[in-house]
């Protein structure tokens, strides 16, 4: 399929937001065909370029559009839940220009016809750009190693089991070696499943509920048992979504001693806990779970303090056939792809981030931790912007998400920041249908 992709056009009139370079001030930014080629502070102050096309930001935000390192895209095997269009339209209304699947498809992205059909859908679509992980473990199983070489040479940009551990130490110790003598990255959930048969964190609110507990350990006792495999082998490691003081240090003390480990969070973690479930509110009900005030506080600390590296969306679709269940038996996860951006900022409107500092989680250090040309505003890049208002409050409606699914955490939710226009390769995706 064609995509239109217009000639020159200036952004004129913009608070341009480069966490890359620091870079904050009013100013304009001129895109050609499917790049940047000019960007300054006062640029367009004397008028426009004669023969583009202008538009006017009314003083609003202009950054690199955002690179979510973590969603689940259904596709292929449960489009009923999610597709790439679907993700991509609700991406593209969040400001998100790149995202990264996760490879726990129907088939499994575990062979290398699956990592380019990804691809070639993305393509066909025109909208977010997507890119994808490949398993760690043939079929995901944890038994034995996908052919990691090959899938990698492929286009996949990491490995991981997806929502499931890497829960054999050996068969994580020969990954993170293979891994260290090819630079690729690992991608751990950081869960030892023998521990997580609950439904909620452990605690007393679970208690009160009559549910099982997941207790913290699961994900603290598997992130310390990897981080004596990663000084065993020197692979690279990513913990995804943590979500306990405990984690954030054992991060904390491994960076300090030079492992190469990085780690993210999702808005679930540093913005809500385990009250959320409330009346047993199945929306609530993610993995990790959500846990107690204390570690929702130590995560803001550890984004804060730099130790946790990225913000990612975990943008887990799940149908109302999975979701309006009782409590026990409903699935994990919530959406978040509309909702990365507002809730991240809520971290600048209550001061615990500088702007430039919190969109660099969802911006540029998602991108360099998988070698994505992606979140930076610079000539020669690719024209991905978001251009937003971060002051505009609006309420999180799931019904009027995007996305195929709606079982958004936030529903209910008051927010702040709200996007205006999405650009992926100079095309305007969002609002539909503008020019």
Known sequence: MALDVPGRVAYANARLLDPATGLDAMGGLLTEGEHIVHLAPGLFADGTPVGARVVDCGGACLAPGLVDIRTQ??????????????????????????????PNTNPVIDDEAAVEFVARR??????AKVFTYAAATKGLEGRELAEIGLLHQAGAVAFTDGVKAIADAQVMRRLLAYAASHDLLVIQHPQEPSLATGV????????RLGLGGIPREAEIIMLERDMRLVAMTGGRYHAAHISTEDSVEIIRKAKAAGLPVTCDTAPFYFALNELEVGDYRTFAKLSPPLRSESDRQAIVDGLADGTIDVIASDHC????????????????????????????????????????????RITRAPADLLGLEAGR???????????????????????TMRSKSKNSPFDGHLVQGKVIRTVVDGRTVFPEGAG
């Not at 009923?80 to 220009?97: C, I, L, P, W, Y």
């Not at 993305?122 to 909208?127: K, P, S, V, W, Y």
């Not at 909620?200 to 208690?207: D, I, K, P, R, V």
């Not at 999975?322 to 971290?347: H, Q, S």
């Open 317 to 360: 679709p799940q149908d109302q056939d999975t979701k309006r269940l009782p409590f026990n038996l409903a699935e994990f996860g919530g959406i978040g792809l509309e909702t990365l951006l507002p809730v991240t900022l809520r971290l600048v409107h209550e001061g615990r981030l500088p702007l430039l500092k919190a969109l660099d």
């Open 200 to 207: 909620m964190n452990s605690g007393e609110t679970a208690t």
């Open 73 to 102: 895209l259904r596709e292929p095997g449960q489009e009923h839940k999610e597709s790439f269009k679907s993700a991509g339209r609700a991406a593209a209304a969040g400001g998100v220009t790149s995202m990264v699947g996760l």
């Open 122 to 127: 993305a393509r066909l679509i025109g909208l």
């Open 377 to 399: 505003l610079r000539t020669g890049a690719p024209a991905d912007l978001v251009i937003f208002d971060p002051e505009a409050p609006w309420k999180v409606v799931g019904d």
